[in-house]
């Protein structure tokens, strides 16, 4: 019988351990959220987040600026908040208008309050991080992107093992598919990245014993490329046309996986909704509160 | 025929190639090399480098420092090759002592002078920009770690393509390992990064069309892992015992595949020695010659 990898409920357990460490905290860790342009998608996502940020005892301090912001004025709030010592995390809801420059809005953040870890400084730690014995032993524990922390605790709730496992992570984002691959790769799985250029994924899927997708694209996994043994991680959050959804059978909001034919098939699947996305929103605030206290 | 991939010769094609654009300069890009004890194996990597530079105009500044060289007094070393403008790149040769550590001299390197890609900022970048189209468009390029630049630049030169490539990747290091997985997965192959850990690593080999050995481990690949598809590169350098050498049919200096084994069978490999050791040291001064122009 299919394994349901239950996020929403690892996310209630962490937001209780939260609760109670900020309960014990003499301030509140507040979290800076920056929003350009208000757009419905991001808003969706905000709100969870200050929902969450309510019910463990955080702050969410939210600013929307105008869609025809200069970068300059984002650059300047940025250094306005990395001076602040009442906000202890910041983060820039993507996705931002194309005029603004991603990465050097990203680079602004102090890599001390970059609870969403984009920095190069950030993104560089885990890369450096993903070793076995032989690389440099006073690396120091960067923040991690939320989404790619939250696989790893759900898959750790449920004991599986990653050590000599053979992990496949489809996509390559920064957010997502890079920092798993490292993070997978620290835990001693033989990591394969697989991406839109890749050829027979069904095979490769088959070739691998857990598979992470990350791809956005509704569907993209199906029975073809899974087996029983499989172990399957979906971080798709994909909202197809009515035509999508009725061939895959699906409701409103699909993972990049076809849930239908792989929950009758694989040892463990994560679904959508409840699998990675309350985790990735329970992964930011376990960041925010270690922001705060490496920052006492 | 199994196709030889020789790095003598692009490396000498490279040297040739950066003398000319060095006598166009009005001055001399300068390499600074910081070396902890006179320790014979780095002595004769050094002495590669210094031979090199000789060849194509280069300077180097050689600073040899006792065993017991207080960390603080390294740090203060590196602060003034940082500030000094006739040095343009700056490297600790490895291995250094235990007492020191390694992560905190890596970082004191200005990025824009490190040649080896070891600080976390250039680390960093070749993380980001192993991207196919959704990541920042932005990030700039860093300096490339030499011995993957060079594996990259050996199989360019052969027209070996890698886009929807299977490349495995044997070797997690920050030197080569990782580095490499990132440039072949921004190159679009499919990349797998496997290790000590990966469990039946010939069957892994099988499933790849490119392999890419760098685990410092003399004859782990043979026949048993190996296709007449398969194109090798051997970023091995093994010192091993005689027993050892007679079991393999190898001379002094052996890479991590059986040469013997694999030269009979692949379609092409690279050799130990005369593949990615001369391309790792044309690799530093193409990196030098960069830091020295974007320096300007």
Do not use: W
């Amino acid at each position: 019988m299919t394994k349901i990898l239950d996020g929403k409920k690892l996310g209630k357990k962490i937001a209780a351990k939260l609760k109670k460490e900020i309960s014990n905290l003499s301030t509140s860790p507040m979290l800076a959220i920056i929003q350009v342009g208000d757009v419905a998608q991001s808003s969706a996502y905000i709100d969870r987040k200050k929902k969450f940020a309510a019910e463990i005892g955080a702050k969410v301090h939210h600013i929307i600026l105008p869609l025809d912001i200069a970068e300059k004025d984002i650059l300047d709030l940025i250094k306005e908040l990395n001076e602040r010592t009442d906000i202890h995390g910041i983060i820039v809801q993507l996705p931002i208008p194309k005029h603004l420059d991603r990465f050097a809005i990203m680079e602004a953040i102090s890599p001390s309050k970059d609870v969403d870890g984009l920095t190069s400084r950030n993104a560089g730690l885990i890369y450096e991080r993903a070793f076995g014995g032989a690389d440099p032993k006073n690396v120091p524990a960067g923040l991690i992107p939320a989404t790619a922390k939250g696989i790893i605790s759900l898959l750790k709730e449920n004991k599986i093992a990653l050590s000599g496992k053979k992990v496949l992570v489809i996509g390559r984002s920064l957010l997502v598919g890079k920092p798993v691959a490292m993070l997978c790769l620290r835990e001693n799985a033989t990591v394969t990245i697989a991406h839109s250029k890749t050829k027979d994924l069904d095979k490769v899927c088959k070739e691998n014993d857990i598979i992470i997708v990350a791809a956005g694209k509704a569907g993209l996994i199906g029975k073809k490329a899974l087996t029983k043994k499989h172990i399957v991680i979906d971080v798709g959050t994909n909202t197809p046309s009515k035509k999508t959804l009725e061939e895959i059978g699906a409701k409103k909001l699909v993972g990049d996986v076809n849930f239908k034919e792989a929950a009758k098939l694989v040892a463990a699947i994560s679904p959508v909704p409840g699998g990675i996305g309350p985790m990735t929103v329970a992964s930011l605030f376990e960041n925010l509160v270690e922001a705060y206290k490496r920052g006492k």
